[in-house]
Nanobody, 126 residues
Framework: QVQLVESGGGLVQAGGSLRLSCAASGRTFNGYAMGWFRQAPGKEREFVATINWSGSSTWYANSVEGRFTVSRSNAKNTLFLQMNSLKPEDTAVYYC???????????????????WGQGTQVTVSS
């Protein structure tokens, strides 16, 4: 089992920045890939970014490419999402997710993730 706890959300003006964190516990952190997803009111959950087990490979949704950066510290069992140049359309609940153990590559499909955090709200005002 893996427990995931997100933090760092909040209210920010358009053009501002936030850094989300996701603390993991319960299993060897460098044994699986991780991802970030988000869900806006009235919309389906969507992929934001993913990172492989070592942090050497990442990819992003087109909507956040060049503005968001996903990273991880395996020493600290923590996943990060640095969000810059935020837009009102980035407003959503952001979730971190972990793939099953020994699934080392990232994925953009929510169906490939076994564990989810409770989410953290990000609100971007115009």
């Amino acid at each position: 089992q893996v427990q995931l706890v997100e933090s760092g959300g909040g209210l920010v003006q358009a053009g501002g920045s936030l850094r989300l964190s996701c603390a993991a516990s319960g299993r060897t952190f460098n044994g699986y890939a991780m991802g970030w997803f988000r869900q806006a009111p009235g919309k389906e959950r969507e992929f934001v970014a993913t990172i492989n087990w070592s942090g050497s490979s990442t990819w992003y949704a087109n909507s956040v490419e060049g503005r968001f950066t996903v990273s991880r510290s395996n020493a600290k069992n923590t996943l990060f999402l640095q969000m810059n140049s935020l837009k009102p359309e980035d407003t959503a609940v952001y979730y971190c997710a972990a793939r099953p153990e020994r699934y080392y590559s990232g994925s953009s499909s929510s169906n490939d993730y076994a564990y989810w955090g409770q989410g953290t709200q990000v609100t971007v005002s115009s």
